[in-house]
């Protein structure tokens, strides 16, 4: 006998993200804010003139990825029970990609399922990780490899907390940002070629613009099954770059800078890119003084470490690259030779 | 300026409960079995007889409502990471309610979520636990206070595994099956009354009945907002029997029979069911030598360790209360002086 168990319904996730000076946020039960030493002694109190919730908490984690572990997730937990957290209690993540992530997946975890509200300080987090719902911790193996989809409930991307941004993340979240425009609209990037975002006006429309992409790709493939995939252009090889660097020589976007340079030469050598399309990019990474190259030690590591990526199965390693500007190609067919051909390049 | 992000859609969720032998399964990709070393040796043989898989690997972990753990899960996240499991790679959780428990959510939280199948070998785990999604570990703030709802790709029942279960945990299923009839189906309950589980047709027809009302409620309320909260009949007052007996003294479904006995005298004060209701169902529970009482110690203390029911908010507990036989009532508008009443009759 077969029983079948249907759960095909409409779902509604939807959720707003509102790119504008913080408005008040009124929550009528139990809130923690998540944030970091740093995020809170710059801008807490401006937070805390904003929120009006019933029991409010803070809870401060230590600042920085070799802290997003499975182990301060349970530091977070256990604070939440002592304070008797309940299934209607909210999260907010206050500061940048890293309390973003760790307190989407705390929420995910939390009585299995509690909302959370993004609230991203950092360039990188507001145009780019606090959109989408993915969250996840670090661990001995690689990044985010632990982590669930949990969207948050709402996003607030006030650019006032941008102000207080030392100049390398701001170049860290640029990175980002021209990672949305290479693989999804080449106009945008055209704007970026001709304008400087450290200017507010033209950073707010970049960040609306980045936004709007992330928005859209997220809403056509939650689940990273196909097209969000092209959301990681330069993160394949990013993410080798970090791990063999111990996440501490390079921010995030920095090692997405080197990343989308190793791509494009792959693209370049496939045909799929001009050597002048290449050269474009690496103008604009270079404006905001990002990183565009990197000394491989040892190339058969570097290789084998993409197997782990998550895009990657045992056989096959799923690479994302440009395809002239406004273009993204998702391919498991690349040959090992022009990898490594490029790989070698970097080696010497 | 604010961006909508629109998740609406059909999520296609639904999968088979297969009552019946073991078929053969075929998955081309990484396979690893999570079990117990009980399990294991009593069956693990007739498992592999009907599974073929490219590549697979056994995970054996304690037995025990005692090691589900977010430390084991960090144990077994850390095979799979050695063994190069990727996201198409499927667990298969083979034992009972903690096993499924703990593979389904080390499913949900593996590189963000992979696909796992659940083949439960207990009464408990084959008509309830392993149907509907819900997955997670204790801790020492309570019972599956950290989880996730993550779907089995497919569920497969085969009664011969009940073939070398003990009389007290055959019992303890007895006790979950007993719940969904009392809830939800009065001719159910009827057919427990005129007829001996211990005989396998008769079992039979109980697992389908079980299965069969389990999905229904499942597919109305995948992650209890309201509805599937029925299911949890006896289980406020069981959580808090568990804790304070250290999950040691009563099995799961033991705990359910004394929680349910403790809900039907509620029921019975509040007039929602009359004496020979309660008396009935008692007596179902007995021909299983379910324990039907309990002794409170401090009855405070067990009015007080309601609130950290993932049901209960900060200041209202949500009961579960048959109403006759057949029916339920989800409420959180019972007066504290109600409850303190019949959890004094415990106390003496």
């Known amino acids: 006998m077969t029983v079948n168990i249907d759960l095909k319904k409409e779902i509604d996730n939807s959720y707003d993200i509102t790119i504008d000076a913080l408005p008040t946020i009124k929550i009528d039960n139990k809130v923690a804010i998540i ?24 809870i401060t984690i230590p600042d920085g990825e070799n802290y997003k572990t499975l182990s301060q997730i349970e530091n977070i937990l256990d604070r939440l029970f002592d304070h008797k957290f309940n ?5 907010i993540a206050f500061g940048g990609g890293v309390i973003g992530d760790m307190t989407g997946f705390t929420a995910s975890i939390y009585q299995r399922g509690i909302e959370f509200i993004q609230i991203p300080t950092t360039l990188l987090s507001q145009v780019d990780a606090s959109v989408g719902g993915k969250t996840g911790v670090n661990n001995d193996y690689g990044k985010n490899l632990i982590g669930a989809f949990h969207q948050p409930q709402a996003v607030y991307i006030d650019p ?49 613009r980045s936004v709007e992409t992330k928005a859209w790709v997220v809403s056509q493939d939650e689940k990273e099954k196909g097209l969000r995939a092209a959301l990681n252009y330069g993160h394949t090889f990013c993410h080798v770059v970090e791990n063999e660097t111990n996440y501490t020589t390079y921010l995030h976007g920095e090692a997405v800078a ?12 496939l045909g799929w890119m001009s050597q002048d399309e290449a050269d474009r990019v690496e103008n604009v990474l270079k404006k905001y003084d990002l990183p565009t190259t990197y000394q491989i ?28 500007i406004g273009g993204v190609e998702i391919t498991d067919k690349v040959p090992k030779e022009t990898i490594m051909k490029i790989l070698n390049e970097y080696s010497v």
Do not use: C, W
């Open 35 to 58: 944030t970091n030493p740093k995020v809170s002694g710059l801008h807490l109190g401006y937070l805390l003139s904003r929120l009006e919730a019933k029991e409010l908490y803070i």
């Open 87 to 91: 299934r209607k209690s909210t999260l």
């Open 160 to 208: 006032y907390f941008l102000s207080t941004l030392p100049a390398r993340e701001f170049g860290a979240g640029v990175a980002e940002v021209v990672k949305m425009a290479v693989t999804f609209n080449a106009e945008f990037f055209e704007f970026l070629e001709d304008n400087d975002l450290r200017d507010s006006k033209n950073l707010l429309i970049a960040q609306q």
């Open 258 to 269: 080197i990343g989308m340079m190793m791509a494009n030469k792959v693209s370049v050598e």
């Open 297 to 324: 030690q040892d190339v058969n590591a570097f290789y084998e470490a993409f197997f782990l990526d998550k895009k990657s199965s045992d056989s096959s390693i799923t690479f994302i690259f440009a395809k002239g």
